[in-house]
């Protein structure tokens, strides 16, 4: 816009300037604009761009008219321009205006146009039509048509765009005019560029889009100033014919017209906003629920009815019924001293004050007089407002009746709800003289089994609870030991009482259910001991008692070992049935002054008191263990045995509660460590094992997420001919400080954690990549295959199926080239979902590998009915298959019913020529073990299937 701005005010200096170019200049300005136009279009993206396209055309035609003129063609083109300019003009007028109808901005612009069409007639279009020059009759009438366009939408709400465009148009008809009336010479045409310019800045302007869009607001009342001056238009006409007396005549009684009308209209407004003053009033008087309400309501609508900005004050007084002379019942405006002085002196501001009573002529009862409105105000506000406020006087006055009546219904109602409640109550009801029963509410009889009525209240009463009669609250004990909550209100004082107030609560069954719920809440439901709740509260007594008479308190830990497998291989059914077993047992092995508890899972507690020496704790956890060595017999059929882990800790240990609780669990933590069914005592480098078990986690974390791992490969062998057929994937960690860390110290950590997911998901990654280059750098018939090891929490990941097969389609190896292993317990499980997932990567070709065979629970007939395609025979039987025929005679087994079921075998551990060739003549076909290779690095491995390759060819 500032260049195009600028650029407009270039040219009219220039045109000022070169008289000569005036046509050229004029021509160059017009098809500025509609560039403007047409830029302005596309930058502001215009939804309806058509008027604007004919605004564009109306320049055009314009400014080509200017470069032709005097021709006739330039006076055609120019006279053409206007209807065009006119049609845009209404366009928008028609955009803007939408559905509504402003019918005063209508008025408005033919008040105008009429105006200056008798002025047009007067000094134009009269003469000319004289002198027949009807070809320059299209100017003036072009000027009047776009006079009463433009009009009409600078009337409505202004726009920036509107604005600059019916700006250049009225500089553009103004110079028309001082043109025609030969006020101005060829100057004139500077009217133009004002046209133009505006056309081009409207067109700029971001506001251009909303000409085009329907104004939100109705339409408006237009001001007082602006209908006089629409109203002078005639005698402005007059004036410009020439200044006479009827000129001036006309002048004054069109203004004293107008004065009357305004103070008519005022009145108009001010009965208008009376009346919506007092239907608000009366929507708030009906909705007001109290008083205070009304009064609210009643000010609000005073501040209404008054004019703007009005100091006042109102007071709402309730009648009084009293003796004297007659309240007046008339409304009028008094002096305030006159007032009564309560009301006087919050009205004290004002000299007098508009009294209205609120009188109700057909009330039923009472006096008609409600209450007595008093506004004041300045005295000349007070007049006009007094029938007003007699209305509003009478809306308040029938409020407050509602609100009376409506208080007087509800009293009654409530009597009757509170008389009802009372004699259908459950709650028995006394009011007592002294201590004889004047009342008893209809409920006694179903709680005494008779009429209290004239008894003493001590009689109803346990012997032994006769103390607690001035307790308010307290639980009494009643005929048949019915439990009886007492609430006593001494309403001696109280005339329609006059007694005190007993109220008696059968609370036998709630007492009752409270004991349950307490119970329920410190004890477990399923074992019936205590929970962990109760246990540490048991505990916190135990140690204040033991820290007085010097006793030791002892705390176990027990949990059992491998219920998991109970739960997973019998299900869950038995596996309750098997801890409410070992719970039974461990109470029966407690004195009848300890405590067992159960603190969730197959985690169990016991709370050891009121012993001298720490060895009757360790005495308590050999009789446990010996209690939990009888098998449980679950479901009357299958018997169990309970295997169990023993935390131990006393008090010379530790003195709080939490302390002997983490100490305990140190202690079971070790005592799982040491194996099966036995028990440990706490010792305190056992907190230093535990810290660096957290160290250890947190650092396997950091190791997780910046990948400090490696794998090495260990090579699996053909025992026929010495050669790798394939290579097992081992990871290894790299410890910051302790270098290379072993699977054995951080594997269990990783499957607690969870970090075996992305530990795994890492192996299997790095593994197929390795496998991928090897199978790249070696002949096609000497292509290894890689065997990982898959955690079954792998399986249990959403997805783990697909994650396999994008990770081999990523490396671009056959599924053929993968083997995953898994541990041997899986076998007996109940992993359902796992073998679905394995029978469908099988499906792709991936070959499943049983790991350390033979040393979990499981049986050799469940190789069978799981999809497996290989057998790793443990190392623990092949070290002993030499020296013992017990273990020699199992491999063989193994090897056998493998071969028979179409299993693979392949040995792990082998480390001598001589479990070599035994294993050989045995039909094992593969093996693994430091005989060969310990595990390498990618490269290395490489090498040493190079190696063999090499041998062979030379």
Known sequence: MPVFGGWMVALVVAFCLAPAERPAIRLAAGLSAVVAVWWGVRRNRADDRTPWAWL???????SAGGFLYPADAGTVLVTAAYPVLAGVLLT?????????????????????????ALIAWTFVLGPRVADHDWLMLAYPLGDLLCLGLVTRLLSARRLVAGSLLGGGVVLMLLADVGYELGWIDDTAALGRFAFYAGAGLAALHSSMNFLSVPAVEPPSERGRLRVALLALVAPAVLFAVGPTVVAVLSAITFLLVLLRMAGTMANHRQALARERGLRQASAALVSAADVD?????????????????????????????QEGPAVRRTAGIVLTRDLDWAVAVRLTQFSTTLRCPMILADRPVGEPLVGVLHVGAPEKALPGLQRALEVLAGQAALALERIELGQEVTRRDSETYFRTLVQNTADVILILDDLTIRYASPSAVRVFGGDPTGGVLSDLIHPDDLRLLSHDGADLRGPGDILLEMHMSDLSGEPTVAGMVITLRDVTRQRRLEQELTHQAFHDAMTGLANRVLFHDRLEHALARGARDGSVVGVLFIDLDDFKIVNDTLGHAAGDALLIGVADRIAGALRADDTAARLGGDEFAALIENVQDPGAVEETANRILAALAEPIVIDGETSLNAVASIGITTTPEADSADELLRQADLALYVAKGAGKNQWRRYQAHLHGAMVERLELRSALDHAVHEGHFLLAYQPIVDLGSDEPVGFEALVRWFHPTKGIVAPAEFIAVAEESGLIVPIGRWVLQQALHTVAQWRRALPPDRLPYVSVNVSVRQFREAGFVDEVLQALAYADVPPAAL??????????????TVWRDLALLRDHGVRVAIDDFGTGYSSLGYLHRRPVDVVKIDKMFVDDMVDSPQQLALVTGIVGLAQTLGLTVIAEGIESPVHRDLLARLGCPFGQGYLWSSPVDGTEALAQMSYVQGGQAA
């Open 56 to 62: 564009a055309g109306s320049v055009a035609l314009s």
């Open 92 to 116: 928008f007028v028609r955009r803007r205006a939408g559905q509504a109808r402003d019918r005063a901005a209508l008025l408005d612009a033919l008040t105008v146009t009429a105006g200056g």
């Open 293 to 321: 309400a009304v009064a609210d309501a009643v000010r609000t609508a005073v501040g209404q009815l008054l004019p703007p900005h009005t100091p006042h004050g109102v007071v709402l007084a309730r009648a009084v019924a």
């Open 819 to 832: 083997m995953i292993e898994l541990t041997e317990t899986l076998l007996a499980g109940d992993h359902e």
